[in-house]
């Protein structure tokens, strides 16, 4: 191989590796570009300016880890300066109430926390929306619902019909119960009844707590009597505070000093399991991790316009 046979060689593996190089340089561009896509929804600098979260909690309410980690970081998130909490909810577990209550109440020691309930927010979600500095509702919104139900099916009759025998072995009667595959019993029905009766005067004892002052005592036996009110029904009993919507939200926020048109409305939800596998995979990116934890050190909120 003479001399210029090595020139054209050593060019040629420079094209080479100028092209990789370029290759390489365009997998970073896109995957920075995925990564906020896919974790914040927006662009980093909107993320830096200051906001109020919108958080929307749809169905049936339970323990959710996820959406805890998202409330608790709301909570601490200096450039959130107010949350609105929509709900459209029939309500769910006591627990799974409850502790929604509890992490709406954390941030409300910090930032205004206002509830706007939409098609309706009844028994546990209203529970929840007691934490609430203010509640806003539609006028055809069905809320109230203030009471513990729990159902039990037995099918110990339909069992002995088609000939199959359940046989129960436990350590005391009330053990196990109740039971789909047991009668119920005076015994049974008396416990149950005392563990709703207890349930029932928490959430009975919270909404005096939390509206004692807006409802009349003399309303008492409507207001606790398990029924459903409409928006309009529920702003005459003292249940919420002001019929309206998303624009009343915008007014009331200047009440605390926050004008909706600098401090901009965000969506704020909790990453769906599908979307953490995805994460999984970008954390194997080198640089993945730097900016993930730079902008809110959690990969359970992503912001949505």
Do not use: C
């Amino acid at each position: 191989m003479n001399f210029s046979d090595n020139i054209g060689a050593l060019i040629y593996l420079k094209k080479k590796a100028q092209k990789w190089k370029n290759i390489a340089i365009l997998i970073a561009i896109f995957s920075t570009i995925l990564i906020f896509k896919l974790v914040f929804g927006i662009n980093s600098n909107v993320i830096e300016s200051d906001f109020v979260a919108v958080v929307k909690i749809d169905g049936v309410i339970a323990e959710d880890d996820n959406r805890s980690k998202t409330l608790k970081e709301i909570a601490k998130q200096s450039s959130i300066k107010a949350v609105l909490v929509r709900f459209n909810s029939p309500g769910g577990t006591i627990v799974g109430s409850e502790i929604l209550f509890n992490e709406l109440l954390e941030i409300k020691k910090n930032k205004p926390l206002i509830v706007l309930i939409d098609s309706v927010g009844a028994s546990g979600a209203y529970m929840a929306s007691l934490a609430s500095d203010y509640i806003i509702a539609h006028n055809g919104t069905l809320t109230g619902s203030i009471g513990v139900l729990m159902e039990s099916p037995e099918v110990s009759d339909l069992a002995k019909k088609v000939g199959v025998k359940f046989n129960t072995y436990k350590s005391s009667p009330l053990k196990g119960s109740p039971s789909m595959f047991e009668k119920s019993n005076p015994a049974v029905e008396k416990v149950i009844n005392e563990s709703i009766a207890d349930s029932y005067n928490f959430f009975v004892e919270l909404v005096k707590e939390r509206r004692g002052d807006k409802i009349n005592p003399k309303n008492y036996p409507i207001i606790f009597d398990g029924r459903v009110f409409t928006g309009r029904q529920a702003l005459n009993l003292g249940l919420i505070d002001l019929v309206g919507g998303i624009n009343d939200v915008e007014k009331l926020l200047l009440f605390f000093k926050i004008d909706a048109n600098k401090t901009p409305l965000k969506e704020i939800e909790v990453l769906k399991k599908d979307h953490q596998l995805i994460d999984k995979f970008l954390n194997f990116l080198p640089f993945y991790r730097d900016i993930e934890g730079k902008i809110f050190k959690n990969k359970i909120m992503a912001i949505t316009s």
